[in-house]
């Protein structure tokens, strides 16, 4: 008899992500109210004798849209008199009940729909002129007109004083971020402007995002914005940030990588060149991400300790290859760059709180870019003022966590009750304060 050979047998085991509960959890997050689905009749179909209820189960959950609406609020102010006076024939004391002013005196603008227009616009990106349509569904025919003169007042009025505030907050931060891009005003004697976006770091307890709007993007601008600023500047090599003084400029290392993963050719071999400047770079952004975690002088000590070594060996790399490569070329740009704004790049050694890369001012420029592909462009300089500074104020309540539609409706509803609109009046508004945060969120 053949004796039997033994099958192999191989075990193979794999995990897979469980989704526990997702969708009732979505569920259970909003308010409910029962849809009970009951007889009419209560008689047998069969004898017509009576039916007795025995339970009443669950079938379903689903969600329901309640679309916007509009109420009127008829604001009725209350008298009194002093009827005491008035029996000893003395002058008449009345007091009339302090009503809230409006926002924007004989205007259809409350707070709330000022707000909504403004989150619309600037957060959903909806430009005026689709919004028209959008409040002709819930009944109010408005105009486009209206809806563009609600954001030029209320800036004028309530955010410009709050701006400045912001922006006198941002420059006294040690590190900030900085990029620009250009813009189209069909009123401006140039082509293009620009708006300059500067931010605080991630590490500022304080966060501050700011648009600044200016018809050019020369050195004397940074000059007059920045001024005397002494700390750390996240930047690209745009040479007007190179004017300012007392600045020490952050090179982005992420620019630097990007050159270099453009000049990889199709299907090129872990030997290319411009592969291995990419994996240089892209090895100290692994590196940066095992240091999340890090307090900010145990980042500064493991910078010391590995990743200066690395930024050395990239450079000497960097001079051995530039003798062999086309100057012309993707890679002999690439490698240009990087050598000549070494010493800038290197800046990431000094402190614990700076970043490998100015993502977050380009993130923050793209916020304004998507406005730009549907807004198009705007009629006035004050027009690309007041979109740069409503801006600033969402983004920086963004950055707090707060809701920007409810933020904006306490600001109008607040300030335009204000006597005085100054800096001291306004720190109670900022949105990191205590109250903001309860109430904004």
């Not at 009749?41 to 916007?68: M, N, W």
């Not at 907050?169 to 402007?193: G, M, N, R």
């Not at 050694?349 to 993502?359: A, H, I, P, T, Y």
């Amino acid at each position: 008899m053949m004796k039997k050979v033994p099958i192999a047998v191989k075990t193979i085991t794999y995990q897979r992500h469980v989704h526990k509960g997702k969708r009732t959890d979505l569920l259970s997050a909003f308010p409910a109210e029962e849809v009970h689905h009951e007889l009419t009749d209560y008689s047998c179909p069969d004898c017509h004798h009576q039916l007795t209820e025995i339970g009443a189960f669950p079938v379903r959950k689903e969600l329901l849209s309640i679309p916007a609406q509009i109420k009127r609020l008829d604001h009725i102010q209350h008298a009194y008199k002093c009827q005491y006076r008035s029996k000893r024939s003395l002058s008449d004391k009345i007091i009339k009940v302090a009503v809230p002013t409006a926002p924007l005196n004989h205007s259809l603008g409350s707070a709330s729909l000022i707000a909504h227009a403004l989150y619309q616009k600037y957060e959903m990106k909806i430009p005026d002129y689709r919004q028209e349509s959008y409040w002709r569904k819930m009944g109010l025919d408005i105009s486009r007109q209206h809806l563009n003169n609600w954001g030029l007042k209320s800036t004028e009025y309530y955010f410009k004083t709050m701006y400045d505030l912001l922006k006198k907050k941002l420059l006294a931060q040690p590190i900030l971020h900085a990029d620009e891009t250009y813009y189209t005003v069909l009123e401006s004697e140039t082509v293009k402007i620009y708006y300059w976006v500067f931010l605080s770091s991630k590490h500022d307890e304080h966060g501050i995002t700011l648009y600044h709007h200016n018809p050019h993007r020369s050195g004397q601008v940074a000059l007059d914005l920045l001024g005397d600023f002494s700390g750390y500047l996240h930047c690209d090599m745009w040479q007007a940030y190179r004017q300012l003084p007392e600045a020490t400029l952050v090179g982005c290392w992420a620019h630097a990588r990007r050159k270099f993963f453009e000049a990889v050719p199709q299907n090129a071999s872990d030997k290319s060149v411009a592969k291995q400047g990419w994996k240089y770079c892209t090895q100290m952004f692994h590196l940066e991400k095992e240091w999340e975690s890090l307090s900010i002088e145990e980042r500064h000590r493991v910078r010391q300790e590995r990743l200066k070594s690395l930024i050395k060996e990239f450079f000497d790399w960097c001079r051995r290859q530039e003798v062999t490569v086309l100057p012309g070329s993707k890679l002999g740009r690439a490698i240009n760059y990087v050598l000549k704004h070494q010493e800038t790049f290197e800046h990431i050694l000094l402190d614990g709180r700076l970043e490998l890369s100015n993502n977050k001012a380009e993130r923050a420029v793209k916020s304004l870019l998507m406005g730009h592909k549907n807004w198009l462009f705007s009629q006035s300089l004050q027009g690309a003022q007041t979109n740069g500074i409503i801006l600033s104020l969402i983004e920086t309540a963004k950055r707090h966590e707060l809701d920007p539609e409810k933020y904006l409706n306490y600001l109008l509803q607040k300030l335009s009750n204000k006597e005085i609109l100054n800096w001291e009046a306004l720190e109670a508004y900022l949105p990191w304060q205590a109250e903001i945060q309860k109430i904004c969120k």
